[in-house]
T-cell receptor
């Protein structure tokens, strides 16, 4: 079992729709959770961090964390073609080491 | 403000050559991380520094890989006797690492191609 699992996609959504990206993790002592966006040929860019159960909203982005289910998600409202990228889920365990998932490719169709 | 910088951005090496990759973290960031990213994969952890101390090098794939951060700022990742399987993008990230603030910010990466 991988430590951080994501569906590789591609996930296709029409412009203006809500994109829902999901991630599960195996380490129950994980403390910090991150979503990064990575455009092709570029390095990962931090979108959201979340540390406690519940929802955290920042503009069109909402991160959701459920530690009991070991599940973290990212919702993108009013999806735009510029949101088309690979979204990486990252989890920090008890130490500073951060483990990344393989990423979900999102395609927003105009 | 300046972000994380890496040099060179691209490196082509012949199999067996040694390479050195440099990372300049964000000023004041205590923690520095190196990752290796293969095509279509997420970044894979290589090693981690807190100031000049290398606290975790569990991800280094072999003893050909060596990293240092002697003064607690700039870091160098060295790969000796490069092999074709070393071809990847090498990413550096830094973090302020204050209590409750552990977000990592990435540099642009160095794309290494071993022929």
């Amino acid at each position: 079992q991988k430590e951080v699992e994501q569906n590789s996609g591609p996930l296709s959504v029409p412009e203006g729709a809500i994109a829902s990206l999901n991630c599960t993790y195996s380490d129950r002592v994980s403390q910090s959770f991150f979503w990064y966006r990575q455009y092709s040929g570029k390095s990962p860019e931090l979108i959201m961090s979340i540390y406690s159960n519940g929802d955290k909203e920042d503009g069109r982005f909402t991160a959701q964390l459920n530690k009991a289910s070991q599940y973290v998600s990212l919702l993108i409202r009013d999806s735009q073609p510029s949101d088309s990228a690979t979204y990486l889920c990252a989890v920090r365990g008890g130490y500073q080491k951060v483990t990344f998932g393989t990423g979900t490719k999102l395609q927003v169709i105009p | 403000g300046a972000g994380v910088s890496q040099s060179p951005r691209y490196k082509v090496a012949k199999r067996g050559q040694d390479v050195a990759l440099r990372c300049d973290p964000i000023s004041g960031h205590v923690s520095l991380f190196w990752y290796q990213q293969a095509l279509g994969q997420g970044p894979e952890f290589l090693t981690y520094f807190q100031n000049e101390a290398q606290l975790d090098k569990s991800g280094l794939p072999s003893d050909r890989f060596f990293a240092e951060r002697p003064e607690g700022s700039v870091s160098t990742l060295k790969i000796q006797r490069t092999q074709q399987e070393d071809s990847a993008v090498y990413l550096c990230a830094s973090s302020l690492a204050l209590a409750g603030v552990d977000e990592q910010f990435f540099g642009p990466g160095t794309r290494l191609t071993v022929l």
